[in-house]
């Protein structure tokens, strides 16, 4: 079946570091991949997303590639802020149905 | 409001009870799913909508989980006979695409559900 790993937190930084959170997957054909994010209070909401092979996701700073070679697509920002303090789940969707991995929290302190 | 609304938002029952848990998507989305999260993980998927009917349940863990969607746009997960492990938070989400497409999801905040 479909399956989502990602790099297992918390992860704490501080401003203006550079961030890197790994996503693998694993896949029957052709998936497309997501990073959603979840603010403390809020709901999952869409980052960034790619539909296909060497696509690059981009939002808010954050950039992600999808690389089929190694069926990752890893979250990276080269600046991060207090406000990006967040929850940060990789998916994969594919006929219908998302998978998601467990999650990474991220704290960013001043 | 325009988002996509969940309630109630928090529900204590005991263990044995019935619990109906609502989800109203954001007007238009013709595909509608229900996903679990329990503390630590991400969603886990329970059943997708596509208008009224289920185009997969697969996720439903046994058969005192139900959902359906008469109408084509409110759903409700119903759970028979609760039990503690049926602890967690509910999300509903909506998308404008069929799972076909790499639409996007739009969730609710969730219903919190505790069984004591």
């Known amino acids: 079946g479909n399956s989502v790993t990602q790099m297992e937190g918390p992860v704490t930084l501080s401003e203006e570091a550079f961030l890197t959170i790994n996503c693998t997957y694993t896949?029957?054909?052709?998936?497309?991949l997501f990073w959603y994010v979840q603010y403390p209070g809020e709901g999952l909401q869409l980052l960034l997303k790619a539909t296909k092979a060497d696509d690059k996701g981009s939002n808010k700073g954050f950039e992600a590639t999808y690389r089929k070679e190694t069926t990752s697509f890893h979250l990276e920002k080269g600046s991060v802020q207090v406000s990006d303090s967040a929850v940060y789940f990789c998916a994969l969707r594919r006929a219908g149905k998302s998978t998601f991995g467990d999650g990474t929290t991220l704290t960013v302190k001043p | 409001g325009a988002g996509v609304s969940q309630t109630p938002s928090n529900k204590v029952t005991e263990k044995g009870k019935y619990v109906e848990l609502r989800c109203d998507p954001i007007s238009g989305h013709t595909a509608l799913y229900w996903y679990r999260q329990s503390l630590g993980q991400g969603p886990e998927f329970l059943i997708y909508f596509q208008g009224t009917g289920a185009a997969d349940d697969s996720g439903l863990p046994n058969d005192r989980f139900f959902a359906v969607r008469p109408e084509g746009s409110v759903s409700t997960l119903k759970i028979q006979r609760t039990e503690r492990g049926d602890s967690a938070v509910y999300l509903c989400a909506s998308s404008l695409l069929d799972g076909g497409a790499a639409g996007e999801l739009f969730f609710g905040e969730g219903s919190r559900l505790t069984v004591l």
């Open positions: 896949a029957t054909g052709y998936p497309s």
